[in-house]
């Protein structure tokens, strides 16, 4: 048949893209079936990630961190700029360029690499067959060898605080604001939530984020994530913990409406009023109309799609990867998920390290953790010991005038190995790579503090805390005597 393929993958985000264009590069002839389309409807390749996430994210933290330093501290470092405006449909609309150089990327990519792209929804039936249904044309039954299913997720509703066009948002709405709204509420102290908040605080907005949990970013190393919040907080963002959202109400009309939120706190029922509200509490696999009843596809008990370490489902040669099965939703684990599998598809051996999937929060400071916190090695009772160093005693970080934050490194006290690195401070997100290759290859923590780093670098923080693991840190008083626990 002329629709036969080696591979078909479902879902062109990070991790079916990824799996794809590997596919194709390993001598499969494969196809990708995307659904997205952008808000003029025309298809757009690369996700969640690349179109609503991400990227335009970062788009906009890093103009608008950049309109906070020219504010607030370029006068520190001798440079004056006298009064400094942001142009906010100006950042929108770059925004969007950075998101459509990017897509159209993924788009050459298959092309070039000889991916077939066909724009529509693909729905899994038994024996790796698979009903595409183009935008705009019938369902047509597709074979073939194996299937590789990454439909992604998608932001989680709560039924409190419906959406409501332009006023009550999820985190695809607010990347879409054409000016940064006078108070601004927050549903969600997570990674998105700090994160939007984050760039409209900075841009003008009073920023009140509401956080059903009692603890701070619990994910997190609990010392990082209450240095973190501190710090947070002196930026302008009103963090407010134990509070559980029970009813929103839209108020007034036309351009003057407003939303009052009720939550319920540890001091009864509270309301606060907001121009637009956020929603961000987190995202859910997408597989509505993914699989057919005998597709042989299993869910597990909180809707992701069943696999192995591997990614295979209980199908037979279908696999699943990214944000619809278990593990962290994040953009690089369904990356490297991709490739996996397409690489034991060919008949390779790769693995993914999933005790090595770094997490990035790119507020600023930035928050970035690899391996694990100081509480689940207590809670393990684990023996281990620590070193830790200041941004605050870091040379270029002082020149930089980026002194907030600290570098954790935890390793075994027996074995000295690495089992955790955590960074709160500038740059994190590219620092936290030297530990992931560190921890790759079960280095230990004098294996770190043996290496040279450049001087002066930030990352010194990362050789100074190594160094500190066993008392031998040189640019700050140890606490203990070497060999000491």
């Not at 501290?73 to 700029?81: P, V």
């Not at 419906?162 to 969600?188: C, H, K, N, W």
């Not at 351009?255 to 029922?269: L, R």
């Not at 684990?382 to 907030?404: C, D, H, K, M, Q």
Request: contains cysteine; hydrophobic residues 40%; aromatic residues 6%.
């Amino acid at each position: 048949m002329s629709n036969d393929y080696d591979v078909i993958v479902i879902g062109a985000g990070p991790a079916g893209y990824h799996a794809a264009i590997r596919c194709a590069q390993l001598g499969f002839k494969t196809a990708c079936i995307n659904k997205m389309r952008d808000k003029d409807n025309k298809p757009v390749l690369g996700g969640t990630c690349l179109n609503w996430g991400c990227i335009p994210s970062k788009a906009l933290l890093d103009a608008s961190h950049k309109f906070h330093e020219a504010q607030h501290d370029f006068a520190d470092m001798g440079i004056n700029t006298g009064k400094v405006s942001a142009d906010v449909p100006k950042m929108i609309a770059r925004k969007q360029e950075v998101v459509d150089g990017l897509t159209g990327g993924v788009a050459a990519l298959f092309q070039g690499n000889g991916v077939t792209s066909l724009e529509g929804s693909g729905r899994l039936h038994a024996n790796c067959q698979v009903a595409f249904t183009p935008h705009d044309g019938p369902e047509q039954m597709l074979q073939a060898a194996h299937v590789i299913l990454a439909p992604g997720s998608v932001p989680v509703d709560i039924p409190p605080a419906p959406l409501e066009d332009g006023l009550i948002v999820d985190s695809t709405g607010a990347l879409e604001f054409t000016a940064a709204p006078g108070r601004l509420g927050v549903i969600g102290a997570g990674v998105i939530g700090l994160e939007l908040g984050s760039v409209w605080n900075r841009l003008g907005s009073d920023v009140t984020v509401l956080e059903a949990l009692d603890e701070f970013l619990p994910m997190a190393d609990s010392r990082i994530s209450r240095d973190a919040q501190r710090m947070l907080k002196g930026q302008g963002l009103d963090i407010r913990l134990g509070a559980r959202v029970t009813a929103t109400e839209v108020k007034g009309r036309g351009n003057k409406k407003t939303v009052t939120v009720t939550y319920q706190d540890k001091d009864g029922e509270q309301q606060s009023e907001f121009d637009k509200l956020i929603v961000a509490v987190g995202r859910r696999p997408y597989t509505e109309g993914l699989l057919a009843p005998d597709s042989g596809v299993n869910l597990d008990e909180r809707g992701f799609l069943y696999v192995n370490d591997l990614c295979a489902t209980d199908a037979p040669n279908v696999y699943a990867v990214g944000d619809v099965v278990r593990g962290p939703m994040l953009a690089h684990k369904g990356m490297e998920e991709g490739v996996m599998v397409a690489e034991r598809i060919a008949g390779h051996k790769p693995l993914v390290n999933y005790d090595t999937v770094p997490s990035v929060i790119y507020t600023h400071p930035e928050i970035a953790w690899v391996g694990k916190t100081e509480q689940q090695l207590k809670a393990d009772g684990e023996n281990y010991n620590v070193g830790s160093f200041p941004f605050a005693a870091n040379g270029r970080a002082l020149a930089a005038n980026e002194t907030e934050g600290m570098v954790k490194l935890i390793a075994d006290a027996d074995s000295d190995r690495i089992l955790g690195v955590h960074v709160l401070g500038p740059q994190a997100s590219e620092m936290i790579a030297q530990a992931v290759i560190s921890m790759e290859f079960s280095a230990s923590a004098e294996d770190l503090g043996l290496i040279m780093f450049a001087h002066p670098t930030l990352s010194e923080g990362v050789h100074e805390a190594a160094l500190g693991a066993a008392g031998h840190a040189i640019h700050m008083v140890n606490r203990k005597k070497p060999g000491k626990k």
